[in-house]
Nanobody
Framework: QVQLVESGGGLVQAGDSLRLSCAAS????????AGWFRQVPGKERELVAV????????YYADSVKGRFTISGDNAKNTVYLQMNSLKSEDTAVYYC???????????????WGQGTQVTVSS
């Protein structure tokens, strides 16, 4: 079992950058595929990016492609989400999650962090 803790959220202006961190404990992150999701009130949780357990593959939602980058540091057991050129529509609570499944659906992610708020003002 793995425990996940996100950090790095905050209030920024459109065009700014933020880096979110997700620190894992209890088990190595390299045992799981790591995902970042986001959710706004009244909407379903949206998959933003995924990093494969080997670190060799990534997936990005079309809405963030070219602006966001997911990466991992095995030595720190941490996964990051670098967010550049932020837009007001990126405002959401961002969650880190982990899964052993190859299905990129929130229901298949077994472990979740508590979430971190990102607010982008226009």
């Amino acid at each position: 079992q793995v425990q996940l803790v996100e950090s790095g959220g905050g209030l920024v202006q459109a065009g700014d950058s933020l880096r979110l961190s997700c620190a894992a404990s209890g088990r190595s992150f390299s045992s799981y595929h790591a995902g970042w999701f986001r959710q706004v009130p009244g909407k379903e949780r949206e998959l933003v990016a995924v990093l494969s357990r080997t670190g060799s593959s990534t997936y990005y939602a079309d809405s963030v492609k070219g602006r966001f980058t997911i990466s991992g540091d095995n030595a720190k057991n941490t996964v990051y989400l670098q967010m550049n050129s932020l837009k007001s529509e990126d405002t959401a609570v961002y969650y880190c999650a982990a899964t052993v499944s190859n299905v990129l659906n929130p229901a298949h992610f077994d472990y979740w962090g508590q979430g971190t708020q990102v607010t982008v003002s226009s």
